[in-house]
Nanobody, 117 residues
């Protein structure tokens, strides 16, 4: 089992920045990919950014150039999402996610990000 704890959500005006953090605990040696998803009211959950154990990253087109996913080092199980130039359409509940080499998936409890115009 893996537990994910998120922090850093909040409210900000358009153009502002927020930084989300997610810390994994439990059976973490099996973690392969960590990432962030978001779900806006009335919409499906979508992938925002992912980072592999080796450090390879992937971003949704809508956040490229504005968001950066990172972790402290190759073995770290704390992942960050730096969100700059925020737009009202970025408003959503952001969920930390991880998948393991054994193909298990785990989710955090979610953190609200609200961007006002």
């Amino acid at each position: 089992q893996v537990q994910l704890v998120e922090s850093g959500g909040g409210s900000v005006q358009a153009g502002g920045s927020l930084r989300l953090s997610c810390a994994a605990s439990g059976i973490i040696f099996n973690i392969n990919v960590m990432g962030w998803y978001r779900q806006a009211p009335g919409k499906e959950r979508e992938s925002v950014a992912t980072i592999t154990r080796g450090g390879s990253t992937n971003y949704a087109d809508s956040v490229k150039g504005r968001f950066t996913i990172s972790k402290d080092n190759a073995v770290s199980t704390v992942v960050y999402l730096q969100m700059n130039s925020l737009k009202p359409e970025d408003t959503a509940v952001y969920y930390c996610h991880t998948s393991t080499w054994s193909l298990s998936n785990y989710w955090g409890q979610g953190t609200q990000v609200t961007v006002s115009s």
